[in-house]
């Protein structure tokens, strides 16, 4: 990438998810999309950042437990333009963040929350314009049922395929009314260039439908993957 972080992000931040699911699916990455469990628990616009990683576990009584991660590892992994992921192991049935939690990575940089589990105090950080992706709501808390095991590792979300989708830190993410979609950070300005070029393309696609032209001789005239390389 010969552009800094930053440019890529606000490059991705004026696309669609739809133009960038389009791309993948052309480059040969189709596995790039979140289950729709995964939902927002408002709406929000459009938010684009780096993926920041956590993993935890269900809290069991074992001889060797999983050793919990120090409390602030919420705030240390979340940088200015993240998107923080925290991968549950299956857990949903405590919340796993909260109103303090949500105002403290946002305080840190973080641009939006995505969880496989469960969050709370969901009018709280709505209030604090924090995107939140979870599996569910409730009202009791994860501390005494879960934790945090895992940092800055891989993790696995529920795929819009079935399945589970890998989303290691740092990859590219952008989210919308539509959904997330995921790019690895090894493509990220392949695929954001690829879809800047569709997006001009149906751009012009629109224009000429509006003007008259029909639907199948518009699209015969703007080819419109012809130009996505392949992952």
């Known amino acids: 990438m010969s552009q800094n972080v930053e440019d890529w992000l606000e ?28 939902a927002p628990i408002g709406p929000h616009g459009v938010v684009a950042g780096r993926a920041a990683c956590l993993q935890g576990a269900p809290t069991i009584s074992a001889v060797n437990p999983a050793k919990a991660m120090p409390a602030d590892t919420l705030e240390s992994v ?12 299956g857990f949903t049935t ?16 973080c641009r939006a929350i995505v969880t496989s589990g469960a ?7 709505r209030g604090y314009g924090m995107p939140c992706h979870c599996a569910q709501v409730v009202p009791n808390n994860a501390a005494r049922r879960w934790r945090l095991t895992a940092r800055d590792v891989p993790v696995a979300m529920p795929s819009l395929l ?7 830190p740092m990859d590219y993410v952008l989210a919308d009314c539509d959904g997330i979609v995921v790019i690895p950070q090894t493509i990220a300005s392949q ?9 001009g393309i149906e751009r012009t696609i629109t224009a000429e439908m509006r003007a008259g032209g029909e639907r199948r001789e518009v699209f015969a005239r703007n080819p419109r993957f012809n130009h996505v390389r392949p992952a």
């Open 78 to 89: 979340c940088a200015p333009g993240t998107i923080l992921f925290i991968e549950t192991g």
């Open 119 to 125: 969050v709370r105090d969901a009018d709280e950080i």
């Open 94 to 109: 405590g919340a796993v963040l909260g109103g303090f939690m949500a105002y403290s990575v946002q305080r840190a940089g």
């Open 11 to 38: 490059r991705l931040g004026r696309l669609e998810t739809g133009l960038v699911s389009d791309v993948m699916d052309e480059a040969g990455v189709p596995n790039h999309a979140l289950a729709r469990s995964i």
């Open 162 to 168: 079935g399945g589970t989708l890998t989303v290691a």
């Open 191 to 199: 695929i954001i260039e690829d879809a800047e070029t569709l997006g």
